[in-house]
């Protein structure tokens, strides 16, 4: 089992920033692939940056240029940094861990962008 802590949502203006943390615990060794997704009221839940334990990176068309995930695997966290915040980005954030093919997630953090 893997266990997922998220931090760091909160109520941002327009344009301001939030970085998003998500701590990893349990069965971490062989992580593969660690994101985040969000889930806005009324809508589907949807990818917005996801890292390998290699690197490789992969975002959202919305939040390109905008937002950067990275990852420590020596920390086992993964974190996600919002810049330019629109209202549009306003969801409740998840991480997710993938290992062995089994998906795991956190429990949300909200991210609330308003003036």
């Known amino acids: 089992q893997v266990q997922l802590v998220e931090s760091g949502g909160g109520l941002v203006q327009p344009g301001g920033s939030l970085r998003l943390s998500c701590a990893a615990s349990?069965?971490?060794?062989?992580?593969?692939?660690m994101g985040w997704y969000r889930q806005a009221p009324g809508k589907q839940r949807e990818l917005v940056a996801a890292?390998?334990?290699?690197?490789?990176?992969n975002y959202a068309d919305s939040v390109k240029d905008r937002f950067n995930i990275s990852r420590d695997n020596a920390k086992n966290t993964v974190g996600l940094q919002m810049n330019s915040l629109k209202p549009e980005d306003t969801a409740v954030y998840y991480c997710?861990?993938?290992?062995?093919?089994?998906?795991?997630w956190g429990q949300g953090t909200q991210v609330t962008v308003s003036s």
């Open positions: 890292i390998t334990s290699g690197g490789s990176t």
């Open positions: 349990g069965s971490i060794f062989s992580i593969n692939a």
């Open positions: 997710n861990a993938i290992r062995y093919g089994t998906v795991y």
